[in-house]
């Protein structure tokens, strides 16, 4: 029996050594927690902050220490449903914003604001009415730019207290009333209608001034090329004239030169006087045979024709 019992109370103190041993692995597992990449985990202490953990290998004090929340410090997207605003001139449009941000305070995330996502809308939504609200509707559809950066600079400065960066802030779609977006349609076609009337007419305008360089260039090459023609035929005529005129020159210089030749030679034959009375008939016969009405013969040369008549009668 003292066996029996003996072994009953080793196998009992077995039973409680693996139940407390459980406990222990229970216990260390549930202490050790592992924090993923891109997160961070909040510790309270009894109830108070106590630290945030970065991503890694940590451990909990059991009952003492919990998680306050998880929070992801990615980039996260909030994509808000449109808003009416009304814009300066009184015009009522429709507006989605897309919000980038990212957590930078997993602190100040917990404990500034209950529901961080509700809170940028709201603040997203009264700062676009403000904005828009000084703008006119023409200047808000042209402006995109300026609008986004004023959101992003009001929303970084009031989610710093939340452990919030707004990185940029875009306007997703602006909606006019369907009225304003038929005559913006109407003003655009007469735009462009306006725009292909102001091209047609400068194309036909330039058109008319190439015809008419075309033209002006054409009369230009044509004067020129009159111009050309009437120098070289003056040249032609100017080198006819001058062959014609040394032709005439070297004529009259051969004629000259055998008149001088003649009279060189009759000196040279010593001629009588008769003979020289003759060639003074056969200058007299060529006198007569011009166009001169009045010939005025010299008395020498009447006797020696008499003379000669005298002579031919005699001799007949």
């Given at each position: 029996?003292?066996?029996?019992?003996?072994?009953?109370?080793?196998?009992?103190?077995?039973?409680?050594?693996?139940?407390i041993?459980?406990?222990?692995?229970?216990?260390?597992?549930?202490?050790?927690?592992?924090?993923?990449?891109?997160?961070?985990f909040?510790?309270?202490?009894?109830?108070?902050?106590r630290?945030?953990?970065?991503?890694?290998?940590?451990?909990?004090?059991?009952?003492?220490?919990?998680?306050?929340?998880k929070?992801?410090?990615?980039?996260?997207?909030?994509?808000?449903?449109?808003?009416?605003?009304?814009?300066?001139?009184?015009?009522?449009?429709?507006?989605?914003?897309?919000?980038?941000?990212?957590?930078?305070?997993?602190?100040?995330?917990?404990?500034?604001?209950?529901?961080?996502?509700?809170?940028?809308?709201?603040?997203?939504?009264?700062?676009?009415?403000?904005?828009?609200?000084?703008?006119?509707?023409?200047?808000?559809?042209?402006?995109?730019?300026?609008?986004?950066?004023?959101?992003?600079?009001t929303?970084?400065?009031?989610?710093?207290?939340?452990?919030?960066?707004?990185?940029?802030?875009?306007?997703?779609?602006?909606?006019?009333?369907?009225?304003?977006?038929?005559?913006?349609?109407?003003?655009?076609?007469?735009?462009?209608?306006?725009?292909?009337?102001?091209?047609?007419?400068?194309?036909?305008?330039?058109?008319?001034?190439?015809?008419?360089?075309?033209?002006?260039?054409?009369?230009?090459?044509?004067?020129?090329?009159?111009?050309?023609?009437?120098?070289?035929?003056a040249?032609?005529?100017?080198?006819?004239?001058?062959?014609?005129?040394?032709?005439?020159?070297?004529?009259?210089?051969?004629?000259?030169?055998?008149?001088?030749?003649?009279?060189?030679?009759?000196?040279?034959?010593?001629?009588?006087?008769?003979?020289?009375?003759?060639?003074?008939?056969?200058?007299?016969?060529?006198?007569?045979?011009?166009?001169?009405?009045?010939?005025?013969?010299?008395?020498q040369?009447?006797?020696?024709?008499?003379?000669?008549?005298?002579?031919?009668?005699?001799?007949?």
């Open positions: 029996m003292v066996v029996i019992a003996a072994m009953s109370a080793n196998g009992l103190l077995y039973t409680v050594l693996g139940f041993l459980v406990l222990m692995v229970i216990g260390i597992l549930y202490c050790v927690r592992i924090v993923p990449q891109a997160s961070e909040v510790i309270e202490r009894l109830g108070t902050y630290a945030s953990w970065k991503a890694g290998l940590h451990l909990l004090v059991p009952f003492i220490d919990q998680i306050a929340k929070v992801s410090v990615k980039e996260q997207v909030f994509d808000f449903k449109p808003q009416p605003v009304i814009t300066k001139d009184n015009v009522t449009i429709l507006i989605d914003t897309v919000v980038f941000c990212v957590v930078t305070d997993s602190k100040l995330y917990t404990y500034g604001v209950e529901n961080p996502y509700k809170a940028i809308e709201n603040l997203s939504a009264t700062t676009l009415r403000n904005i828009i609200g000084e703008m006119e509707l023409d200047q808000t559809l042209t402006s995109r730019d300026v609008i986004n950066s004023k959101i992003t600079e929303l970084d400065r009031a989610t710093d207290r939340w452990g919030i960066k707004v990185n940029r802030v875009e306007l997703k779609n602006i909606e006019p009333p369907k009225q304003i977006r038929e005559a913006m349609e109407k003003q655009m076609r007469a735009e462009r209608e306006r725009r292909e009337a102001i091209l047609q007419a400068e194309g036909k305008k330039k058109s008319d001034i190439l015809v008419a360089e075309g033209e002006k260039q054409a009369r230009i090459l044509t004067a020129e090329a009159e111009k050309q023609t009437v120098i070289l035929r040249e032609a005529q100017r080198e006819k004239e001058i062959r014609e005129a040394e032709g005439q020159a070297q004529a009259i210089l051969m004629v000259q030169k055998a008149l001088a030749d003649g009279i060189r030679l009759l000196n040279e034959s010593n001629p009588s006087e008769q003979v020289l009375t003759l060639k003074s008939l056969e200058a007299f016969q060529k006198a007569a045979d011009g166009q001169a009405t009045k010939i005025i013969i010299p008395s040369i009447q006797g020696i024709a008499g003379l000669a008549s005298s002579v031919k009668e005699l001799l007949n």
